[in-house]
DNA sequence: CCGTGTGTTGAC
DNA sequence: TCAACACACGGG
């Protein structure tokens, strides 16, 4: 249940105002003066109604926090819980900027061209479950940070960043590792192959705890901490690591296959195939009461449906994958 | 146990 | 497309 402790939704936008844009209506006559029970949660003062936000996206939850989503396709897209309703608002402005461009950006001041440069390319350069990912576990600003502190040392030492939308078709093959019983175990972590490690993902000097993002087979994200182990010289993939073992099935001697897109850019993607070939491992789970064989890959395709993450053409994944399941 | 976020419905 | 509402589910 992610709770994440202290901070929200990765901070409030610094120079975009909250009264912006909220005349909701035509008229522009009546401002929307709040007034909401004066300043905080969603939780009318006598007792169960929960008050409305003012803002578009943005929903009350029982507990007095607010919750914020937006939809793509009939599907709701849940796009985390936030203490203050402003943060809400501002997180899906942040998905809508992804979702629908700029003129989906409904509550605070759009991001400008000039000024916001930098994060509209940070936004664009991520898949939408990317952006929500981020935006759920409120890590969007931390990644915007390490994102511009790191395209800044990269045009200072060489070239500009790579810009570019993700075309998203090929990918470039870069490693297997076969999974050894310790990398599946109570570890929690990959061992990455030193020899591809260095060659694939260079870890600065200074890069103590770098993050690497990767997308599976269903659009799903994986995010990894990736570090250098001294104390046995290798190179490894710890936080995230387990639940992946978990989700896949993964056992030893089974493969983790690693790309990238060939257009050179940021996406990765991992993939886990059974020891000989092709689909991960089969799960056997209880179904009211009553053992069930099926594939993870129709596991995670309900799973997929049950969560509305149906964005980015995942439409397209399910048909493939279970194509590949006949 | 408790909050999240999903299921669902009915407006716009 | 959207939010209101109820509460099943799952993490801690």
């Not at 912006?20 to 709040?34: C, E, F, K, T, Y």
């Not at 203490?83 to 809508?96: L, N, Q, R």
């Amino acid at each position: 249940m992610e709770m994440s402790s202290v901070e929200d939704a990765g901070g409030e936008p610094s120079g975009r105002r909250p009264e912006g844009l909220m005349r909701v209506g035509s008229g522009a006559s009546d401002v929307i003066d709040p007034e909401v029970g004066g300043s905080g949660g969603a939780e009318a003062e006598s007792g169960r109604k929960l008050l409305s936000s003012r803002y578009k996206g943005v929903v009350p939850q029982p507990n007095g926090r607010w919750g914020a989503q937006i939809y793509e396709k009939h599907r709701r897209v849940w796009l985390g819980t936030f203490d203050d309703e402003a943060s809400a608002a501002w997180a899906y402005d942040v998905a809508a900027q992804r979702f629908r461009g700029r003129d989906g950006v409904a509550n605070f001041e759009p991001l400008e061209e000039e000024a916001d440069e930098a994060e509209l390319a940070f936004i664009r350069a991520r898949s939408k479950a990317e952006v929500v990912d981020m935006l759920r576990k409120h890590t969007y600003r931390d990644e915007l940070r390490q994102s511009k502190q790191a395209a800044s040392t990269a045009a200072a030492s060489k070239r500009p960043a790579a810009t570019a939308a993700p075309p998203e078709k090929e990918r470039q093959h870069l490693f297997d590792k076969a999974a050894t019983p310790s990398d599946v175990g109570k570890l929690n972590r990959l061992v990455i192959p030193k020899q591809h490690a260095e060659k694939y993902f260079p870890l600065g000097e200074d890069d103590a705890g770098a993050l690497l993002s990767f997308e599976d087979g269903d659009g799903k994200l994986w995010r990894f901490r990736y570090s250098y182990w001294n104390s046995s010289q290798s190179y490894v993939l710890t936080r995230g690591w387990s639940q992946f073992v978990k989700e896949k099935a993964l056992a030893a001697g089974d493969v983790v296959s690693f790309h990238r897109s060939a257009s050179e850019e940021k996406r990765l993607f991992i993939e886990a195939k059974a020891r000989g070939g092709a689909p991960p491992a089969a799960r056997r789970f209880r179904l009211f009461g009553v053992d069930i064989v099926g594939s993870s890959i129709n596991g995670e395709i309900e799973n997929n449906k049950r969560k509305s993450d149906d964005y980015d053409g995942v439409e397209k994944i399910k048909q493939q994958r279970q194509a590949a399941f006949d």
